[in-house]
Nanobody, 126 residues
Framework: QVQLVESGGGLVQAGDSLRLSCAVS????????VGWFRQAPGKEREVVAT????????YYADSVKGRFTISRDNAENTVNLQMNSLKPEDTGVYSC???????????????????WGQGTQVTVSS
């Protein structure tokens, strides 16, 4: 089984940065595509950024393009999300998810993923 644990969330002000980490255990993360999703109170879960198994393919939601960067460190079995220029609308619970992938494409729907972490809260004050 694959276990995912997120860390790095917190309370910050608009314009600040945060770096979220998704630690993967139980399996080597290298053959898995990984995604970051978020859910704000009263809203549906939405994709934030995803990365393919090779790291060469990435996807970003329009709302975070140019501000967030997803990366993976297969040696450390982690996938990170660097979030810069944070806005109050970035507030939510951020969760990472993983699925085995035969190829390097990204998966951008929550239902494509088999394994989920518990999430970490990100709150951005104005």
């Amino acid at each position: 089984q694959v276990q995912l644990v997120e860390s790095g969330g917190g309370l910050v002000q608009a314009g600040d940065s945060l770096r979220l980490s998704c630690a993967v255990s139980g399996r080597a993360v290298s053959p898995y595509a990984v995604g970051w999703f978020r859910q704000a109170p009263g809203k549906e879960r939405e994709v934030v950024a995803t990365i393919g198994r090779s790291g060469g393919s990435t996807y970003y939601a329009d709302s975070v393009k140019g501000r967030f960067t997803i990366s993976r460190d297969n040696a450390e079995n982690t996938v990170n999300l660097q979030m810069n220029s944070l806005k109050p609308e970035d507030t939510g619970v951020y969760s990472c998810a993983a699925r085995f992938a035969y190829y390097s494409e990204t998966y951008n729907r929550a239902r494509d993923y088999d394994y989920w972490g518990q999430g970490t809260q990100v709150t951005v004050s104005s």
